[in-house]
């Protein structure tokens, strides 16, 4: 972790101290816009970008301060680059790697509350400096015997104010995310029950168990494992996994081979949870990927899970299928499955969202339609992000009145776009394995 980033010696729990901070955070930015249209009335050929940006820092400063599932709800936001102005996904995206660490008091603090001994009474040594910060918690580095060990906190108060943050976060997020109330409200739900899951650290120990041995047959993936004896409601140790993040390691300029191997192997373990497990880590954000010397591709963190309906599976990847031999009233029917149209809607709505959807699910598909994809192919990634502008700015979206497609798509969706963007950071070429009835 950079030395730069200062450590935080508290964090606002109460209801009433976070809210206060949201409050202070919005009279910041309704201040910016104030000085945003003075300035604009001096020089009226001013665009956006320094509102953008004074913005951005104003409100990832104060989700920082807060951490959580507001700072959660920012760093995915970061992930998807039709989102955000690029301003807000640039300072967002810090939440992945380099939020404020908490100070080492307050560390002591959790582990005595939980183990009635420190850090360095419970391990032979540990880091009094956090490794790595994020937004629902830290992660220290310890020894014990002839084990390396990475020791996961998280922040005080996270788990109590996921529900309520994430009520506070709701004008920002209306705000920026250019979304009826009604579609953010319904996404909203998806979200915070995945935060909560998120947040209880003993689900995910039984998940990254269940996972793990699920997915050892894969090639080049190397799995931690987890020490129940150093574990407890708000911490979690296991193995530490050394190697270098994604773009850490594309600094060394590693072979097309190497790229390919790492790229299969992602892949891989994606096809087969989804495909086979019907559950999937949802988070492929760049901090949970690890790169070990010998080109072996390590899963951390998985506190994200979806579970995926088998009645969403059926019909979602149905539409991904090369040749779509599906009659009228078939197809129709999954798409009110899906919640892409409604009884609400006119014929000409209809008509339009199903045609926009379809052609959403078939990019995502098209890497399903190959034995073999390049995702380095930016003609590719260029058509989804045309595809996101056109949606972000259609009038049709704009006046809808109702929610687009059915919640259980939000981190199917994601985890898909978070796959093929890492998968393009690697520039790799893989072959595309897929169900038998895909094909």
């Known amino acids: 972790m950079s030395d730069k980033v200062k450590e935080q010696g508290s964090i606002p729990v109460s209801k009433v101290q976070r809210a206060a901070k949201f409050i202070s955070t919005g009279a910041k930015v309704g201040g910016n816009y104030v000085k945003h249209y003075a300035k604009k009335m001096v020089n009226p050929s001013l665009n956006r970008e320094e509102l953008h940006q004074n913005n951005a820092s104003d409100i990832y400063n104060s989700l920082s301060e807060l951490k959580g599932s507001a700072l959660k709800v920012a760093q995915m936001m970061s992930m998807d680059k039709n989102l955000l102005p690029r301003a807000y996904q640039d300072k967002f995206s810090m939440a992945q790697y380099t939020a404020p660490p908490l100070s080492y008091p307050l560390v002591v603090k959790t582990f005595q509350k939980y183990f009635q001994k420190t850090p360095e009474q419970l391990f032979d040594t540990f880091s009094r400096s956090a490794i790595n910060a994020a937004s629902i918690g830290q992660v220290h580095q310890a020894t014990q015997g002839d084990k390396t060990l990475a020791v996961k906190i998280q922040y005080p108060g996270v788990a109590d104010s996921v529900s309520s943050d994430l009520r506070l976060v709701r004008p920002f997020a209306l705000r920026l995310l250019n979304m009826n109330e009604k579609e953010l409200d319904h996404y909203m739900g998806e979200v915070e029950e995945r935060l909560l899951e998120e947040t209880d650290y003993q689900l995910e120990v039984t998940r990254s168990r269940e996972i793990s041995e699920a997915c050892m047959h894969i090639p080049n993936l190397r799995f931690p494992r987890y020490y129940d004896e150093y574990s407890a409601e708000r911490i979690i140790t296991m193995d530490w996994i050394a190697g270098k993040h994604i773009k850490e390691w594309m600094d060394t300029n590693p072979s097309q081979e190497a790229r390919n191997k790492v790229g299969q192997a992602l892949w891989d373990f994606y096809h087969h949870q989804v ?95 190959v034995e073999k994809f390049d995702f380095s192919d930016n003609e590719f990634f260029n058509q989804i992000f045309q595809l996101g502008d056109r949606i972000a700015n259609d009038k049709m979206f704009r006046k809808s009145n109702q929610a687009r497609g059915s919640r259980h798509g939000l981190y199917v969706n994601r985890t898909y776009f978070g796959i093929y963007n890492l998968l393009n950071q690697l520039q790799a070429e893989v072959v595309t394995t897929k169900p038998a009835w895909l094909t």
């Open 275 to 369: 495909h086979n497990l019907n559950q999937v880590h949802a988070d492929p954000h760049p901090g949970n990927f690890i790169i070990q010397e010998d080109g072996t591709l390590g899963i951390i963190d998985f506190g994200c899970v979806k579970v995926i309906p088998k009645d969403f599976y059926t019909g979602y990847f149905s539409l991904i299928k090369k040749d779509l031999l599906i009659n009228e009233a078939e197809l129709n029917q999954i798409f009110y499955d899906l919640e892409f149209i409604s009884d609400k809607d006119t014929d000409v709505e209809k008509a339009f969202f199903s045609a926009i959807f379809s052609e959403m699910i078939s990019l995502l598909g098209t890497p399903f339609h």
